[in-house]
Structure formats: C-alpha cells, structure tokens
C-alpha cells in the first residue's frame, strides 16, 4: 500500500528514544544511549556471551521507566531467580518460549 516503500530522504529526521542497556559504555558506543524504545531487539552472539544478561540489564531498566517487556527464551532457558536478581519484575514480564523461530515472531 501507499507508503510500504519510500525513499529515507522523504521523511524528516526524528529523535529516537532509547532504553539504557545498563552499560553507560554501550550506551555511549550504540549513538543514541542504549537500545530503540518500541522496537524488536535481537540480541545474537556465542554461547556464553552475555546475551541473556545484557537483554534482562534491559528488561530492568526499561520496567523501572514503565515500560512492559516481553523476553522470546529462543532456548527455554530463563532462569526467573536470576532475572530478579537483575532487578527484572518476574511477575510483570511477558515470555514466550516457541520451538522454533517462526513460532517466536
């Protein structure tokens, strides 16, 4: 429909608010203080990384604005204990655990 496709040149330019990831360092090397607020965030890397802490470091900081999340556990393996210790609100978060990638869009 009208406006699927457009040229990036036509819209003006507009501030995009951001949730904090926890990590004033990341933040800073990200451009705009975290991570886009309203928007789907995949966070991908090796195993054992940091990914599921990074994404509850999120989580947190943006429960603690209002904002309600929802965490997709690609790997069923959530651990709600852990989270809260993140400063996660466990009772608040939305989880899906799909069995496979298309189920979790």
Do not use: W
Not at 40 to 49: D, R
Not at 57 to 85: M, N, R, W
């Amino acid at each position: 429909g009208k406006g699927a496709v457009m040229r990036m040149g036509d819209q003006d330019r507009q501030a995009i608010p951001a949730i904090s990831t926890g990590s004033l360092g990341l933040d800073i090397a990200l451009g705009i203080g975290g991570l886009p607020k309203g928007r789907i965030v995949e966070i991908y890397g090796p195993e054992s990384s940091g990914k599921t802490t990074l994404t509850l470091s999120v989580i947190a900081q943006a429960q603690k604005a209002g904002a309600t999340c929802a965490f997709v556990d690609a790997e069923h393996a959530l651990d709600p204990e852990y989270a809260g210790k993140l400063g996660v609100n466990v009772d608040d978060l939305l989880v899906s655990q799909p069995d496979t990638g298309e189920q979790a869009l």
